[in-house]
């Protein structure tokens, strides 16, 4: 059975990586549009998988995403 919050957090590292970006710039980017989140707070909930996707679509939206696709094909 597939870990949903494992998949979250990695879905949403991975999207990091890709950038180059740290906890701390997603956090100074996510201050930008008004989202008041710490470095702490964001690799908790990125640690933890269990975040909204309301927050999913602040991160997105911080990093200067205007769509995204993520593909779960292969997610048991």
Known sequence: M???YQIAGNVLRAELARQGITYRQLANA????GVAETERSIAS?????????AFY???MRALGR???RVDI????
Request: net charge negative; charged share 20%.
């Open 30 to 33: 996510m201050a930008q549009i």
């Open 66 to 68: 205007t769509d995204f």
């Open 2 to 4: 597939a870990d949903w």
């Open 45 to 53: 909930k990125l640690s933890r998988g269990s975040f909204s996707f």
């Open 57 to 59: 679509l602040q991160c």
């Open 73 to 76: 094909t292969d997610v048991p």
